[in-house]
């Protein structure tokens, strides 16, 4: 996995401490623009001014089985609402001058009567993810290719000239399966990393911590990641870990969103040790998946705002606090260049 710049991290560290601050004094934004330099490879780095958010789109067949507070119908419906720009992600992409692409990776709609090209479901995987609780998510072959659509995702931002991708995911039930990876992989059990999504009641919710346990039980000789991700994830959540995954190989930095990408960010840290290096945890979620997740990443999120929406909000959201902190890397004064005298050292 490439590596992100050594020594770019640590000139920004080393510029950092001669600020006109006390060292230290501006907490978590000094690590933002440490992780900043060293993904750009660059001290000071630049605005990211080149930001793409990418909405992977995706129905499952749990939430057919009354997991969620809304109508599995929804998943199209709001992706058209985003097409059209009527979503929280169009919003805070229109404030921050990101641009928002979505992908249909397993939409189960043939989109009668929404507004949307007719070409968006050319992409699509499967219509429709396994229901998890009593089979497999997709097939092995379909899991190749969600991996490989994500990779060319990356590849597309690339050559695009993004310079920072933001993950958002859209589908109905799709906390189900974010938490059966998050617990499978961290050995936790249902009620641990079982929310509440959407805001469903407490009936709802004990349904959905059966489906996470049964979903458990059915994956519990599976060790690799890949074969989890495949039998208890998703169509959509595998798009976004090629995703990731490609960002990563091709040194494209991510600020990822909500417990659904951040749940593909594990599978694919373990599919791919090192990858995280290149990932910024823009917020944590009301979600306990999402928490115990970032946690075995390592990372810690830029808010905390108890949002549970997806699409990219959180991260999008985070992104002005990462610009501060690039700005002000680059843009205060030394104490050499001020004239301001620094600490004096007491014997």
């Known amino acids: 996995m490439k590596d992100v710049d050594a020594d770019a991290r640590a000139a920004a560290t080393e510029r950092l401490d001669r600020l006109t601050k006390p060292q230290g004094a501006l907490g978590r934004l000094e ?16 605005p990211f001014d080149a930001v793409s958010v990418v909405v992977v789109a995706g129905d499952h067949g749990i939430a057919r089985s009354g997991t969620s507070a809304y109508p599995p119908e929804v998943t199209a419906q709001m992706v058209a609402n985003m097409i059209t720009g009527g979503a929280a992600v169009n919003v805070l992409a229109h404030r921050c001058r990101a641009g928002v692409s979505v992908i249909d990776a397993a939409v189960d709609s043939d989109y009668a009567g929404l507004p949307v090209p007719p070409e968006l479901p050319d992409r699509r995987i499967r219509r429709a993810s396994g229901s998890i609780d009593h089979e497999d998510a997709m097939s092995e072959p379909e899991l190749l290719a969600a991996l ?5 995702l990356a590849e597309e931002r690339r050559e695009a000239g993004s310079d920072l991708v933001i993950v958002g995911d859209m589908g109905i039930g799709n906390t189900t399966p974010a938490a059966a990876l998050i617990a499978g992989l961290t050995d ?6 079982t929310g509440r999504g959407t805001g469903i009641d407490d009936g709802t919710w004990m349904r959905k911590v059966a489906a996470v346990r049964d979903a458990l039980w059915r994956t519990r000789d599976d060790a690799d990641p890949d074969t989890l991700l495949r039998r208890a994830g998703g169509a959509d959540l595998a798009v976004m870990c090629g995703l990731l995954l490609g960002c990563a190989r091709r040194g494209l930095p991510v600020l990822l969103d909500g417990v659904v990408v951040t749940a593909a960010a594990l599978v694919a840290e373990r599919m791919e040790p090192g990858a995280v290096r290149w990932w910024a945890a823009g917020h944590r979620s009301a979600e306990p998946a999402h928490g115990i997740a970032l946690s075995e990443l390592g990372l810690t999120p ?5 949002m549970r929406l997806g699409e990219g909000s959180g991260a999008l959201t985070a992104l002005p606090v990462v610009q501060s902190a690039i700005a002000l890397l680059a843009e205060m004064a030394t104490f050499d260049s001020a004239g301001v005298s620094q600490s004096v050292e007491r014997p």
């Open 188 to 193: 936790r059990d249902p009620v641990a990393v």
């Open 31 to 46: 690590e933002l623009a440490v992780w900043a330099a060293g993904v750009q490879g660059q001290c000071p780095p630049l």
């Open 302 to 306: 830029v808010l905390t705002l108890s």
């Open 148 to 152: 490989e659509l994500g990779d060319t």
